[in-house]
């Protein structure tokens, strides 16, 4: 079986077979991922704030998300990995956005990237032309809080529930794959699943989306607070906290390292 490419999603969306997709960051996290069947990784630049401590996605530079994605791409040398396109990789004008994006093919080895709002629809008919899949991103976007003034539910009010399906008709015209939806009301999520030919990807958008994505350290324990759209699978956070301490005090009483662990 080849590799899977872009097509294969809006097939299943005809068939009716949910996409899942999972952030990842590291190449352990990847291969797990890969493991799993999960069938699209998203090295997201909530990873800024997931597994770099920052307070926001904003501090997130092109060569962290490389880096990142160069090891998830280790990790897992045949899955779908989806770059995320930093704060101001994609702002500052077409060319340099191009040449950004092209480098998360040509030097991480991604297999599309995914830019956060109703982006400039000349911006995304070029990547698609210069042969770079993308993946949409409407509804919350992290990258705008500061104009956003928050992390909220977006298009609760009908206008703002009109202007993220035309934004969301436009990117599907424009080319894009397959769009992810951030916590936008259930009915809206079902809406733009309805209008589009695209797969929808949500967050928090309702079980009426063509797929769901969330972000690997909610749904393993890892963040701390668990948003109200993620469910934890795991807590491999208080998993870690409590291997750690055992070792700590295997350490310190002179158990670790036993005979088994030791060279003669
Ligand atoms: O960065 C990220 O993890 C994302 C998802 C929330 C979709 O963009």
Redesign the pocket.
Known sequence: MGKTTVSAFSKRREANEKIVMV?AGSAPEAAAAFAAGIDII?V???LGMTMLGFSS?LPVTMEMMLHHTMAVRRGAPEAFVVF?MPFMSYHCGIDEAVRNAGRALQEAGADAV?LEGGADPELVRRLVTSGIPVLG?LGLL?QSIQTAGGYKVVGRTEAAADKLVAEARALEEDGAFAV?L?CVPAALGERVTRVLRIPTIG?GSGAGCSGQ?Q?LYDILGLSGRVPKHAKCYAELGDLMRRALADYASEVRNGVFPAEENTFK
Do not use: A, F, M, N
């Open positions: 952030t998203l997201g630049d909530s996605t995320d995914k991103h992290p992810v951030e967050i994505v972000v």
